[in-house]
């Protein structure tokens, strides 16, 4: 009985915590992309493995929930990436991870052409913008993207 007269007090608690455990949140760094390699080619688009450096300073294991990049190799847009799996980044880490992911690709003769160029080569110049979504707890946020380096595709 007595219980019951401190639920609401118990929940505020507990609501306050979560809260503020949601705010101590710090920022990730996320570096130039290391790899890609390719899985599967297939009409319409391509099952790519990303490999990308990831640094996060905090306290809290973060999940990728979502991720939406334009792709550009070697001058050519190729299409939009979409992640197939979310991806689970450790907390207090500074690693390579790798992410499997979806390239929807625009254009038909145009992304063809630029495969049959990078087959070719040994390395590719690349730029990826858009925003990943990462998440902790009840708190979301969306990190903003604009990468540019060479990638070896060997």
Not at 27 to 55: A, C, F, S, T
Not at 77 to 87: F, M, Q, Y
Not at 117 to 127: C, G, I, W
Request: hydrophobic letters at 40%; aromatic letters at 4%; a positive charge.
């Amino acid at each position: 009985m007595a219980l019951q007269k401190y639920k609401p007090a118990i929940a505020g608690v507990l609501l306050i915590m979560t809260l503020g455990s949601c705010s101590m949140m710090q920022e990730i760094q996320v570096g130039d992309v290391q790899e890609i390699k390719i899985n599967q080619i297939r009409k319409g688009g391509l099952d790519l493995e990303l490999y990308i450096p990831i640094e996060n300073p905090g306290k809290q294991n973060l999940k990728l929930t979502k991720m939406d990049l334009d792709l550009n190799l070697n001058g050519i847009e190729l299409g939009n990436i979409s992640n197939n799996e979310k991806v689970l980044i450790k907390k207090m880490s500074d690693e390579i991870y790798m992410f499997p992911v979806e390239v929807e690709l625009k254009g038909f003769i145009k992304t063809t052409m630029a495969l049959i160029s990078l087959a070719e080569k040994s390395t590719a110049e690349y730029r990826l913008t858009g925003n990943l979504r990462v998440k902790y707890l009840c708190i979301k946020r969306s990190i903003q993207i604009d990468e540019r380096g060479i990638v070896d595709l060997r």
